[in-house]
């Protein structure tokens, strides 16, 4: 297998690990597949990804691991290999996000950030909106609560003046 | 008939052996009234002479007393009198004696003597300059331990302060802390009040998604990612 078929295979697969709680699931899938391998039953992969894999995340495997039945076991250790080189991007946020919230973040950071990038959500209401973000040792609070603090001291202890963007929180109102 | 005669003899018989008994009693207690009244004329008579016996006694001891002191007083008087006299004698014998001694042992006694009492007189300053050392030493080992104790005192108050300020302080630190977390508590609350009155509504899940996105472009902004 090719160097850039090898990378297309574990886009494809890494479509499945968008979060931190994804990639640790498809991390025990891939351990489960390759410990059926030396399974001493026949059937033991395909009992493995009928019951133990999630259902799009199998079809997928089972479509590489049948073009690729030679070198199965280096295949999926390939895959475990590059998920566990991922970055974590994580996001403290004031709500359950949604699937189609996540897909939304992921084609945010593949397209400013690039791939090899997996979301870790925090839930926390006390942010109230926006995000807290860490990534790659940098920190950042972009949340409303930071910005209603920032406002709040300057205004009432003057400790430092911020701008109007600061203390209001720009989002489009025009959906409510 | 018989028997009344014989009873009556009898009777007659019994009286008359008690009249003579009766008889001999009186002449018996008579006897011995006699004695007893005798015995104690003899006893008075005794105790008379007994204190005549007495008091000439006294009278003769008293005198013989008066006269032993009279000899001890007339004995005494010729010891002092005696006395006086060898005293006197004893006294002119020295004189004599002295003056019969040569004028060089006169000079000898004289020397011994003044170098008696220059030795006295410097024994004397030696002591006093002793006691004039010893006390300056006094004075300044109490000044010492005067100043090693004032010092010490000193170090204990400062110490003691020093303690009381950090517990304050401590106390301060963990009053405020723990004021800092009640607002910190409560400003999540007053935030959110503050939000929906600001904004008129509770933010939605779309709005919320669109504040990550700016949020996610701030950072990028700010090289956070």
């Known amino acids: 297998m090719g160097m850039a078929e090898e990378t297309v295979v574990h886009q494809q697969l890494l479509e499945y690990a968008r979060t931190t709680v994804e990639l640790g699931l498809l991390l025990e899938e891939i351990r489960l597949l390759q410990d059926a391998l030396y399974s001493t039953q026949g059937d033991g992969m395909e009992r493995v990804l009928q019951e133990k894999v999630r259902f799009e995340v199998a079809q997928s495997l089972r479509e590489i691991l049948n073009t690729h039945q030679a070198n199965q076991h280096e295949l999926l250790e390939s895959i475990r290999e590059v998920a566990l080189q991922q970055k974590t991007l994580s996001l403290t946020v004031a709500f359950r996000p949604s699937s189609a919230f996540v897909s939304t973040i992921v084609s945010w950071v593949r397209s400013h950030i690039g791939a090899g990038v997996v979301l870790d959500f925090r839930y926390e209401p006390a942010v109230v909106g926006g995000a807290v973000i860490e990534f790659n040792g940098h920190y950042g609070d972009f949340s409303l609560k930071k910005k209603f603090q920032n406002y709040f001291d300057a205004k009432l202890l003057g400790k430092h003046v911020v701008t109007k963007s600061e203390a209001e929180p720009q989002f489009d109102q025009s959906n409510s | ?225």
């Open chain 2, 1 to 225: 008939m018989f028997a009344d005669a014989t009873l009556l003899i009898g009777l007659l018989l019994l009286a008359f052996l008690l009249s003579f008994a009766l008889i001999a009693l009186l002449l018996l207690y008579s006897k011995v009234y006699g004695r007893v009244e005798k015995m104690d004329r003899f006893q008075a008579d005794l105790l008379k002479q007994k204190q005549e016996f007495d008091a000439k006694a006294a009278e003769l001891a008293s005198a013989q007393a008066q006269e032993l002191i009279k000899e001890a007083s007339v004995k005494a008087q010729a010891i002092i009198r005696q006395a006086e006299t060898v005293s006197t004698d004893v006294r002119r014998r020295l004189d004599s004696q002295l003056e019969q001694l040569p004028k060089a042992q006169q000079d000898i006694y004289r020397d011994v003597f003044k170098q008696v009492g220059e030795e006295a007189i410097q024994v004397l300053h030696q002591v006093s300059d002793e006691m004039k050392v010893y006390a300056d030493r006094e004075v300044k080992a109490f000044g010492a331990a005067l100043q090693e104790r004032t010092a010490a005192t000193q170090e204990e108050a400062k110490k003691a302060i020093e303690q009381s300020y950090e517990r304050m302080e401590a106390e301060i630190l963990a009053y405020k802390q723990k004021r800092l977390t009640m607002i910190d508590q409560s400003i999540h609350q007053v935030i959110r009040e503050v939000t929906e009155e600001v904004l008129g509504k509770a933010i939605h899940t779309e709005q919320h998604q669109e504040i990550v996105i700016k949020a996610l472009e701030d950072a990028k902004s700010a090289h956070v990612v």
